[in-house]
């Protein structure tokens, strides 16, 4: 038997329906459908008046969700696709965002967003907006690499104070399986290292974490040890498991699905070159998405973000150095 | 609404002897159907979200003049401790949340507030109220969050304040229909519409209305009409509403026109007004001198953070949860 | 609309064959409404921004079956060059634009298109129109489109597919009125109800909206009632769709009711419409085996910028203007 | 005579709607009041027709804007406050952004945002969005920082094929002066030095390249010569010009008023370091505001965002490396 990263979504929400009465879901079609991706499927069944289809607004699906919080209640919206949470951008980052630190009472929500490309999803359901909602004071941005992270991020994402983003990647849903849900469970706010290395450090998140570490066996057959760090939290970001990597191997390059400029790539980079310039050997490198939207077919989709093999180059460059 | 006419001139004095930094945005005009409003709402049960021109809706809700003076002049001892200010304060944990500036935006909140509320089974008789201007019922937010409200049949009170003018655009450069009361249909909700310069025409529909959503008939949507007695803020002359506006029946102070009805139905007489006045301009000299005393905040002493969570979070042992965090 | 219906067929066979990838949205009940509005338009001078089910809409307005093959199909000669795909194809140089996924968007970007042209001095009995369906009316983009386009008095066609669900959401978790067509009053525009599963009602009552438009009587908002007749896309086998909703009124399929009132009415017989359909079904297979045989896009020799603007700009010399760029 | 910054906003924009007939202007306020800022004072009268009131629908405005600019227009839509263009943030990114790229149909619209803090003005006026939009693909995101640049840059990025994100500085527009609007006229993507040194390179933009020249006079009292580059342009971003600065200098800091995770300061660091890190003689350094809404006693925010205080403490910091 195994676990899929979405079933353990589903786990996690039925695990904190039953858990918490303060826990409920709103999202379009997420009752009887059970969600575009099936991740609430059977919940509506099993948590009666506790799972509801909202209106097509996204807007008003945040705003609810804040005056739900204020009252006591800890909602979980889950957006269609990451990308419709454009929609709900102002809630988001001036009304839920700005709550805590303007009036002194926390905002306990979580949005669930449908993230990262997949083939032939195009410009509008392969959104990677981590890096958008990670510029925003007062927000916690989490991006689960593992199944065992799906679950466990989201049930203590559900339990922090703040206003959660959590990126949920489309690709993992139904690819990434696992033998259980158990696994090392580390605090929400802190990295792991999922490969250890020598000689370069690879830092990741997301599907992202999947494609380095391919990367890395790739280039083990080479006679290169490649560590790779997912950062599982992209705010608060852990730049001292990251530092205490590149203290070990000199060299950093930082993958991200979103696109080029700015975002969670330039942050680590930047926060590593401030605070651990001596460490490094050569010129940190980024890879990211290209600087175009998300291309609908698949030929340019495989081209536009980064892949094993571009990984593999950016790596071969960093290592030449 | 007297109240808040006293503390909104001497806020606006304040202002233009340079000692409120900032907006300052008045209600003047606009007292009777506020007022109204926070009388008809019950604090410690119903949900007020009070929008910029709602100086007289907060204080009859039961917020004190000091919150106001504080946040206004900066007072680290005010709700918003300084962070925010004017007209964005409030005190969610006594049901009346701070406004954030986009327009509309409060409206799916308070309809939040009582859905919370209707799952924890604690609705029990409570309404929300909002206010919001003319110009606001343009906004996507206005639209969705009315909506939703009447999707969950929520006891939701709506306010839009008509007062003719958004900032300087006019209501024809606003909406296209007669009287935005006409939208009620459209969304499956009450609708009323009243003269907002009659304190006792408000005092007739604005409680019925908080009625009908009290007793489960949904969403009410009351339209008042008025104009906007001061600028849009302080520094605003209002020079662009024209003349023939002001003089015409909209343009009526609804503070004279209610002392009038007060004295004439033999509610109040005038000394006993003239009363009030002084009290109330001693309780508004009080609170803005104690304000003006407090200590600004102080940015050593500030935490810095936009977080309730304190980061980095203890490691957990155990694979069992939900122990971690 | 029966060519529409064939090729859809057809997306449809190809997409369970595996030979699309992505999604495919069909229109099936809904070809009735969108073919007479594409019908009452004409291209080349008014606009039309089709939405998810309106194949039968582009048909009748003149986009090639060319286009919807290649672009399902991926083939780097459709409009969009495989950057884009299945519905999000358009020609706005033709006034046709092409949909972004986050429905209600594209209300003010027809709006905005007249709203040039009458700037332009070039409107000249031009109308844009737009569909959406049940759920979209639910957002903000719906609300600040639809009310700008009334404010500016613009030309502006809204037909709303009230197709009963969004997705898998029923229209009472939708909105609270009884007819959407009852908002068309608050925004102070023209409102039509029709029956949209009747291609003869669509027929008196879209042309009739269009016409109103076009003379200068603002926007006209039209809501067809029917049921989608097919999953939200082919991977959707639309199970919650409750069988009495199927077998009632609103379930009848438009194209086999037209087909009827054609041959009731002797405006064709049989035969032809039996002729029609060979001919459809050849043109639309032509159409896929010639997007077949066409080439992906290349990513090598794509230019993967999303800017019109060649960086660096040369410099510029003159500090007059607009010389530079 | 002295010409202010929003003064040569208002003018490029009479210069515009007498040079180019495509052009029009849509926003709140902006017609016979002349708008918040009174950046379109008169311009209703001398242009009739062409400058329009718009209904309180930032969502529906930027709509419009994209379907005048398919038609062949060039509008100019004033955002009342940065902070609001939240609301029309899904038709910017998503419609605006992405249609040239779809389509090939470019998209010839500019945004003007009233950007950045001033005293008392709080966490809903006062944002600085540039690094937001500056992470989608399609955009060009500007940020003059002079006079001359505020009317060269708006009448360069009207004439520029897309869309245009107009970051105007709220704090200058009436306490930045010049003697006329001319001035040496850059190519809109190409960064400005506009003091020479050699010790450190500042890169800043917007109002912060004052806050910097004012730390750079500081620190020339004690012997330090501090170069300082002007961005002006987010997006393309003039990595050359800063390159070649960091060349001469060895020393890096960059300084935002936005928030610090990401942004702008970010990507200058990463790219600095990704493509010159042998240039660097120290650890690069990024100064932002804090990680908080703004907040609005002007205590508070004097302490928020960088000031040249804490810009000279910071390149104390980095000299003393
Ligand atoms: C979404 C949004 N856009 C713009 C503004 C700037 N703004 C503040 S008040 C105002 C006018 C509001 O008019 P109305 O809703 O009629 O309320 P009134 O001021 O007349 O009470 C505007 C445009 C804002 N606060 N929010
Ligand atoms: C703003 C936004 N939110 C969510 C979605 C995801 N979505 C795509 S189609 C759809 C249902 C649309 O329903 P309706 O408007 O009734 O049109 P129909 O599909 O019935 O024709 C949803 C929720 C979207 N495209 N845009
Ligand atoms: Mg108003
Ligand atoms: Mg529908």
Redesign the pocket.
């Known amino acids: 038997m195994s676990v899929t990263y979405i079933d353990a979504i589903r786990e996690a929400q039925a695990t904190l329906l039953r858990d918490d009465p303060r826990v409920f879901l709103y999202g379009q079609d997420i009752a009887t459908f059970g969600g575009a991706f099936k991740a609430t499927k059977g919940l509506a069944d099993e948590f009666p008046g506790r799972v509801f289809d909202s209106p097509l607004s996204e807007d008003a699906m945040l705003g609810l969700a804040v005056g739900a919080a204020i009252e006591g209640m800890r909602p979980i919206i889950e957006m269609q696709f990451a990308d419709f949470s454009s929609i709900a951008f102002?809630q988001i980052v001036n009304q839920a965002a700005t709550h805590f630190y303007r009036t002194g009472m926390p905002i306990p929500l979580t949005v669930r967003l449908p993230s990262g490309g997949t083939a032939g999803s195009g410009p509008f359901h392969s959104q990677s907006m981590e890096g958008i909602y990670a510029q925003y004071p007062g927000l916690v941005v989490l991006t689960p690499a593992s199944v065992s992270d799906a679950y466990h991020m989201l049930i203590d994402g559900v339990a922090l104070e703040d206003p959660v983003i959590f990126c949920e990647h489309k690709f993992l849903y139904r690819w990434l399986k696992a033998k259980s849900i158990n696994g090392d469970h580390l605090p929400i706010g802190q990295a792991r290292i999922v490969r250890t290395g020598k000689h370069a450090t690879v830092v990741a998140y997301s599907a992202m974490v999947h494609e380095a570490v391919r990367a890395a066996e790739r280039l083990h057959e080479d006679g290169w040890e490649i560590e790779v760090v997912d950062l599982r939290s992209i705010k608060p970001l852990d730049i001292d498991t990251v530092l205490a990597s590149v203290a070990r191997t000199g060299r950093l390059l930082a993958v991200g699905e979103a696109f080029p400029w700015g975002g969670v790539t330039a942050e680590v980079v930047s926060r590593v070159t401030e605070e651990g310039f001596h460490l490094l050997d050569a010129p940190p490198q980024r890879l990211n998405s290209r600087d175009t939207p998300v291309p609908y077919h698949p030929k340019l989709w495989a081209a536009h973000r980064p892949t094993p093999e571009s990984i593999c180059e950016a790596l071969r460059k960093l290592l030449s150095f | 609404m007297l109240k808040a006419r006293i503390l909104e001139n001497k806020l606006s004095s304040l202002y233009k002897a340079g000692k409120i930094v900032g907006g300052v945005?008045l209600?003047r005009g606009?007292e009777a159907v506020s007022a109204t409003l926070g009388t008809a709402l019950v604090q410690g049960r119903d949900f007020f979200a009070p929008?910029?021109?709602d100086q007289a809706g907060r204080t009859a809700f039961g917020e004190p003049l000091i919150d106001c003076t504080r946040t206004y002049l900066g007072s680290a001892l005010g709700p918003m401790r300084g962070r925010d200010g004017n007209i964005h304060r409030g005190r969610p944990e006594l049901g009346m949340p701070a406004m954030i500036?986009?327009?509309?935006?409060q409206v799916p909140v308070v309809a939040g507030m009582l859905f919370a509320r209707r799952l924890r089974g604690d609705l029990d008789g409570r309404v929300g109220a909002t206010c919001?201007?003319?110009?606001?019922?343009?906004?996507g937010?206005f639209h969705e969050g009315l909506n939703l409200a009447a999707v969950e049949k929520l006891p939701l009170v709506l306010i839009i304040?008509?007062?003719?003018?958004?900032?300087s655009?006019p209501n024809h450069r606003?909406f296209a229909c007669t009287d935005l009361v006409e939208k009620a249909r459209g969304y499956g909700i009450g609708g009323f519409s009243v003269d907002g310069t009659d304190l006792l025409a408000c005092a007739s529909v604005i409680p019925e209305a908080v009625r009908r959503a009290r007793e489960g008939g949904g969403p009410q949507l009351v339209v008042a009409h008025m104009l906007?007695l001061s600028g849009?803020g302080e520094h605003d002359d209002g020079s662009y509403v024209p003349e023939t506006v002001r003089r015409g029946h909209l343009g009526r102070d609804c503070i004279e026109v209610a002392m009038r009805q007060l004295v004439e139905n033999g509610i109040a007489g005038v000394d006993e007004i003239l009363a009030w006045q002084d009290q109330f301009a001693e309780e508004v000299q009080k609170a803005v001198a104690q304000a003006q005393q407090e200590a600004p905040p102080d940015p050593y002493q500030e935490d810095w953070t936009a977080l309730a969570t304190r980061f980095p979070l203890p490691h957990c042992n155990s694979n069992a949860q939900p122990a971690c965090p």
């Open positions: 102002n | 945005y209600g606009q929008l910029i021109r500036s986009h327009l509309g935006a919001i201007g003319d110009g606001a019922s343009s906004t937010a304040a008509n007062n003719q003018f958004a900032y655009t606003q906007r849009h």
